[in-house]
């Protein structure tokens, strides 16, 4: 679904043959024959027929992409690269990491990876107007078989362009990976969270230059290499919460399942500082996130319910905490371009947008409900100050616009052209929603390219860009 604030879109019909993954939300007609007016399909609360399935307008996108590793992957990174920013032009190339729940400890990895050749496939208005001027059909052909580790090119692809490719190195792990992070000034630093209770700083600088001067994929499965970690540090147990710091180079933070904060403090000769506990929460710590200007201050957010306020200055206490839903407190986002400007995800699946000018108890400026599940990642866009995405357990990624408002006109002057008549219960900032994954974990978006987002599910990853932001 698109919402038409940001330019014309058109939503469409079910097909009769359609794919049984809904990739997009679609519209169905629920008006009758006397209007013929399409209506938004909900997921979760609209009923579907045993024999209806959905597919998706690929003019709502301007690209989407597929792609898959041995393993699910609950945490991805999306690597600050060299080829500039922003950057639009078709065909994108996207360095990432990723790290493995595999079934057992000894067959996890961390995964460098190099996506190349990503051009618009049949997606976008450049494809919509082939269709419309007679071009062939071929490009809808679908292939659905794809390798343990593979591009899909079920709906990614056009016969007049390369084939997109995945590049690869495995780094050998012997524990399933929580959390994977890139320190942004030094994207060769990587930190894990390991279910096995420890954190790890790896470099993966060497693993990087080798993909980057990599032009074909290796005609052989690469081997797992074996990295030394730079430093180990073992928490009373697991944990999720880790965030490098965007102010200070190479500061980080980590917390665990037993309320325990600890920042890491780089040392000369390569060398962290780990600091004692941060005492705040009560509960779980499952998120954190560094102030993008101070940098003593961080954030984080508790099954204890509430979001605390640190200073790296004061181990002893918060210097505030705001009682922040009335469950656990999943994920946060610290905007970067409106510094007072937080965002967080409930289990409950609320999410909401906090001022820290008036950082207090129910003083949310924004809540939304949308969501029929719990929020397993929020964050906030690197190019629009008002926009941010989420994804929940209702395995839908959505993209928000603050700053969106209701139009009713421009509703009714896009309605001939096929829009899907929005009811009055779908939020007016809710500008795009992508489904068909199952089990989403966590999204990005990408810092260099404006619009570019990424999600990690229980069957794969999926790269796109709406046509509307």
Not at 27 to 51: F, H, K, M, Y
Not at 253 to 272: F, L, N, S, Y
Request: hydrophobic share 35%; charged share 25%; with cysteine.
């Amino acid at each position: 679904m698109r919402n038409p604030k940001k330019g014309k879109s058109k939503a469409s019909k079910p097909k009769a043959a359609a794919a049984a993954e809904a990739d997009n939300f679609m519209s169905v007609d629920e008006a009758g024959p006397s209007t013929g007016v399409p209506q938004v399909w909900r997921p979760g609360i609209d009923p579907l027929g045993e024999d209806e399935e959905l597919d998706y307008d690929p003019t709502a996108y301007d690209c989407l992409h597929k792609f898959a590793l041995e393993w699910p992957c609950l945490s991805f990174d999306i690597i600050r690269d060299d080829l500039g920013a922003p950057r639009s032009t078709f065909p994108h190339t996207v360095f990432m990491l990723a790290g493995t729940q595999a079934a057992s400890a000894r067959q996890n990895y961390l995964a460098v990876l190099k996506l190349a050749e990503l051009g618009q496939g049949r997606h976008g208005k450049k494809q919509s107007a082939k269709k419309e001027g007679g071009g062939s059909d071929d490009d809808d052909q679908s292939d659905d078989e794809s390798d343990d580790e593979s591009m899909e090119g079920s709906d990614d692809e056009d016969s007049k362009e390369p084939p997109a490719k995945m590049h690869h190195r495995l780094v050998q792990q012997s524990c399933g990976i929580n959390r994977v992070r890139s320190c942004p000034q030094q994207p060769g630093l990587v930190a894990l969270w390991g279910d096995n209770g420890s954190v790890r700083l790896l470099d993966v600088a060497a693993q990087l230059a080798q993909l980057a001067a990599e032009v074909e994929v290796a005609s052989k499965a690469a081997s797992k290499t074996q990295v030394n970690p730079l430093q180990t540090h073992a928490h009373a147990t697991e944990g999720f919460a880790v965030d490098w710091s965007r102010v200070k180079a190479g500061r980080l933070a980590t917390g665990d399942c037993r309320k325990h904060i600890h920042v890491w403090e780089p040392q000369e000769g390569g060398r962290w500082q780990v600091s004692s506990p941060y005492n705040g929460h009560s509960g779980s710590v499952e998120d954190l996130q560094w102030s993008p200007s101070e940098e003593s201050v961080f954030a984080s957010c508790s099954t204890d319910k509430s979001i605390c306020i640190f200073d790296t200055r004061e181990r002893s206490k918060a210097m505030l905490q705001v009682a922040a839903a009335d469950c656990d407190v999943n994920v946060l986002s610290w905007n970067a371009l409106v510094g007072y400007m937080l965002a967080s995800g409930a289990d409950d699946g609320g999410l909401r947008v906090w001022d820290l000018r008036a950082f207090r108890e129910g003083g949310f400026v924004s809540q939304f409900n949308f969501h029929r599940s719990h929020i397993t990642s929020v964050e906030w866009s690197p190019y629009e100050s008002s926009m941010l995405a989420t994804t929940g357990g209702d395995n839908q990624a959505l993209v928000w616009d603050l700053a969106l408002e209701r139009d009713p006109e421009e509703e009714a002057a896009l309605a001939p052209e096929g829009n899907a008549s929005l009811q009055e219960a779908l939020p007016s900032q809710l500008l795009f929603v992508h489904a068909g994954q199952s089990d989403i974990k966590e999204l990005h978006w990408h810092s260099q390219i404006p619009g570019m987002l990424a999600t990690t599910a229980a069957d794969g990853f999926n790269l796109f860009r709406p046509s509307n932001l």
